[in-house]
């Protein structure tokens, strides 16, 4: 799946423009409100940015991953939290349907989906299941052709704006193989949401728990029709999301350091610009060495998924994802702390963007595998018999 390189040129110039002319301007609404501009998130769907991922025979614009690692990294450049509205229908929520569904369910969800019509979420995470994901709880039971799910889904993107969860439940034993990927319609009786959690940073994105209490899905929602290996689905998921969220991660990273070179030209101390002073030099090229070293790896290793059977996985190709999200996202991190450094006291405060930018970053180390979930997988392929 690809976009031919001349339309893709184009889309990549209407999604720069984009962030700049619309995007980076409204920066501030999202602090205030807490919310992305409607009108915003109506433009963002006219452009298709909801069905990127998906290919153009379901209604998407059927980007590589690749293509999509660069848009995802111009999306970088500003606030993250205008991609998380369509993230999760790009990359955690509709993938398990691409990847594992039947026809069916690709006709019935994905050109949803792709227009932006249907948000859907990805719901693996519980209050006593993070990391360890294959210890999860939640609870789906059949009668008759139908499952009944009961248990709790926690920190879930997009929750209070979802018309469908991917959702992770239990139809077997214990461990992973007792784990099946459903589809669940938000509106479906017994599904109700907790309070928006107040977070650290990224404003304008939601996340919430989601309680299901006796809630009946039809037996034809697992995906793939297949109860069992829905663990399998959420793993082949989240290593393609791992590389978005590192080309995201660079994106943020050139964002910072273009701010921080432009500070450290116009603030003057001991009558120079702070940008002679060899020490805050030294901030910049470090920054600048470590962005350039992630986005070789990006680019690498979505070559690399390109390259593998589609749906299916490569434990190199994860291990290199891994290392890859590993790496920018802490990388992100030490960009983001040299930014502030050099904006001296103004780094602290609010007006500066770089204040804001360094607590939304520091999500990017937390979810879709810790920092030290990826050095785990890394540490287990190159341990492998
Ligand atoms: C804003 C936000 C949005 C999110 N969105 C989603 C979403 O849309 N869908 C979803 O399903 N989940 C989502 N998550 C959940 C996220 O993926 C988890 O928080 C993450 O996987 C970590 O799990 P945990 O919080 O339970 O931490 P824990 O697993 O409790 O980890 C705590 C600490 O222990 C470390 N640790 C755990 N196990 C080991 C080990 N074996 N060895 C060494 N260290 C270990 C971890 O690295 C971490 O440092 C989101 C979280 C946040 C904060």
């Known amino acids: ?21 619309r995007l980076k301007p409204a920066e501030d609404i999202l602090e205030e409100t807490d919310d992305v501009p409607a009108d915003i998130v109506s433009d963002m769907k006219e452009m298709g940015l909801f069905g990127i991922s998906i290919p153009e025979n379901y209604g998407g614009i059927g980007l590589s991953m690749a293509q999509e690692c660069d848009v995802v990294y111009d999306l970088g450049h500003t606030a993250l939290a205008f991609r998380s509205v369509f993230g999760t229908n790009v990359g955690i929520g509709s993938q398990g349907i691409l990847m594992d569904g039947t026809e069916e369910q690709k006709q019935a969800y994905l050109p949803k989906i792709a227009s932006g019509e249907l948000i859907i979420s990805f719901a693996l995470t519980e209050p006593n299941a993070g990391s360890d994901a294959a210890s999860l709880q939640t609870k789906a039971e059949l009668d008759g052709d139908h499952y009944v799910i009961n248990g709790t889904k926690r920190f879930i993107t997009n929750a209070p704006r979802a018309g469908a969860f991917t959702l992770m439940a239990r139809t077997g034993g214990p461990g992973a193989s007792g784990i099946s990927s459903f589809i669940v ?9 907790g309070k928006p959690d107040k977070k650290m940073g990224q404003r304008g994105t939601k996340t919430c728990d989601v309680v299901l209490e006796n809630v009946r899905v039809p037996a034809a929602n697992i995906i793939g029709g297949v109860p069992g290996v829905g663990f399998k689905t959420a793993m082949k998921v989240l290593d393609r999301g791992r590389l978005h969220l590192s080309a995201l991660a660079c994106g943020m990273a050139e964002r910072l350091l273009d701010d921080a070179v432009a500070y450290a030209k116009e603030r003057r101390q001991f009558g120079h610009p702070i940008g002679d002073f060899q020490l805050i030099q030294g901030m910049l090229a470090d920054s600048r060495a470590e962005l350039y070293a992630g986005l070789s790896m990006v680019r690498d290793c979505a070559q690399r998924y390109d390259a593998k059977t589609p749906g299916k996985s490569d434990p190199e190709v994860s291990m290199l994802a891994s290392c890859t999200k590993m790496f920018c996202t802490e990388m992100v991190g030490r960009v983001a702390d040299r930014a502030v450094q050099i904006h001296g006291g103004a780094g602290y405060i609010a007006e500066y963007k770089a204040e804001r930018f360094y607590r939304d970053v520091r999500l990017l180390r937390l979810y879709e595998g810790t920092t030290q979930i990826q050095q785990m997988i890394i540490a287990k392929q190159l341990l492998r018999d």
């Open 1 to 21: 799946m690809t976009l031919d390189a001349e339309s893709f040129s184009l889309l990549r110039a209407s999604v720069q423009r984009f962030i700049d002319e």
């Open 185 to 193: 319609p938000a509106d479906t009786p017994g599904i109700s949401l």
